[in-house]
Nanobody, 120 residues
């Protein structure tokens, strides 16, 4: 079992930046790839970014490529999502998730989410 807690969400103006954190506890953190997802009310949860167990491989949705950066610090059991040049359409609840495999959906463990609101 892996427990995940997101933090760092908030309200920011368009063009601004936020850094989300995903703190993990439970099993060995480096055994898991981690993904970030986001969801807007009434829409499906969407993959944003993912990182492999030791950070060698990253994946991004086309909509965030070049603006968002995912990274991890296994010594701190934490994954980060640096979000720059934020747009109003980035407004969503952001979730982190962990799984044995790096992929774009169907992760085993999920956090509770953190709200990101980008004002125009």
């Amino acid at each position: 079992q892996v427990q995940l807690v997101e933090s760092g969400g908030g309200l920011v103006q368009a063009g601004g930046s936020l850094r989300l954190s995903c703190a993990a506890s439970g099993r060995t953190f480096s055994d898991y790839a981690v993904g970030w997802f986001r969801q807007v009310p009434g829409k499906e949860r969407m993959f944003v970014a993912g990182i492999s167990r030791f950070g060698a491989t990253t994946l991004y949705a086309d909509s965030v490529k070049g603006r968002f950066t995912i990274s991890r610090d296994n010594a701190k059991n934490t994954v980060y999502l640096q979000m720059n040049s934020l747009k109003p359409e980035d407004t969503a609840v952001y979730y982190c998730a962990a799984d044995r495999l790096l992929k774009r959906d169907r992760y085993d463990y999920w956090g509770q989410g953190t709200q990101v609101t980008v004002s125009s």
